[in-house]
T-cell receptor, first 110, second 115 residues
Framework: GEDVEQSLFLSVREGDSSVINCTYT??????LYWYKQEPGAGLQLLTY?????DMKQDQRLTVLLNKKDKHLSLRIADTQTGDSAIYFC??????????FGKGTKLSVIP | DADVTQTPRNRITKTGKRIMLECSQT?????MYWYRQDPGLGLRLIYY???????NKGEISDGYSVSRQAQAKFSLSLESAIPNQTALYFC??????????????FGDGTRLSIL
């Protein structure tokens, strides 16, 4: 079945860039999503990218997609302490279901 | 996401008790989902519903049941709770429009502890 893999932890210093990586297996994926989960809260949709795009930029967030390698990344520029959270990658193939990775816990060191 | 409301936010109960978690939404979405989140395991789908008359099992439905009382309401029941059902439970919704871009929108979760 479909699988989405992410590394579990990432630590960065405040002001540096963070890059969170994700790989997926479903070649029929049409949209890929990044969600953010802050402590005690649900998953908040951060951004998404359509599978025929290579890059999408939204303020401090840059999403890169390498469809050939089935690799997705989320870059956060000028990382702040408020960016500390768990980030989930998810892929959807136009059906009801999203397949989520296990989440990457980003810790920002002041 | 305040448009998806889960109650209660926290619940502690004993093994063998019946528990109901409720979810309501004001987004007007047809599709609703229940997930559980466990440390290191990510999100796992329990049940999902495309509309009021439609209920489908997800990846881990054993020990759970659901009821879609209305388009806006989807409840999850644990008929006889057991300790390994201790987890964080999320309700989510999505649109059923023609676009294949159908992100899911989540409630803030219910933290359930079974002693």
């Amino acid at each position: 079945g479909e699988d989405v893999e992410q590394s579990l932890f990432l630590s960065v210093r405040e002001g540096d860039s963070s890059v969170i990586n994700c790989t997926y297996t479903d070649s029929s994926s049409t949209y890929l999503y990044w969600y953010k989960q802050e402590p005690g809260a649900g998953l908040q949709l951060l951004t998404y990218i359509f599978s025929n795009m290579d890059m999408k930029q939204d303020q401090r967030l840059t999403v890169l997609l390498n469809k050939k390698d089935k690799h997705l990344s989320l870059r956060i520029a000028d990382t702040q302490t408020g960016d500390s959270a768990i980030y989930f990658c998810a892929e959807g193939a136009g059906s009801y279901q999203l397949t989520f990775g296990k989440g990457t816990k980003l810790s920002v060191i002041p | 996401d305040a448009d998806v409301t889960q109650t209660p936010r926290n619940r502690i109960t004993k093994t063998g008790k019946r528990i109901m978690l409720e979810c309501s939404q004001t987004k007007g979405h047809d599709r609703m989902y229940w997930y559980r989140q466990d440390p290191g395991l990510g999100l796992r789908l329990i049940y999902y519903s495309f509309d009021v008359k439609d209920i489908n099992k997800g990846e881990i439905s054993d020990g759970y049941s659901v009821s879609r009382q209305a388009q806006a309401k989807f409840s999850l029941s644990l008929e006889s709770a057991i300790p390994n059902q201790t987890a964080l439970y999320f309700c989510a919704t999505s649109d059923s429009g023609r676009s294949s871009n159908q992100p899911q929108h989540f409630g803030d979760g219910t933290r359930l502890s079974i002693l």
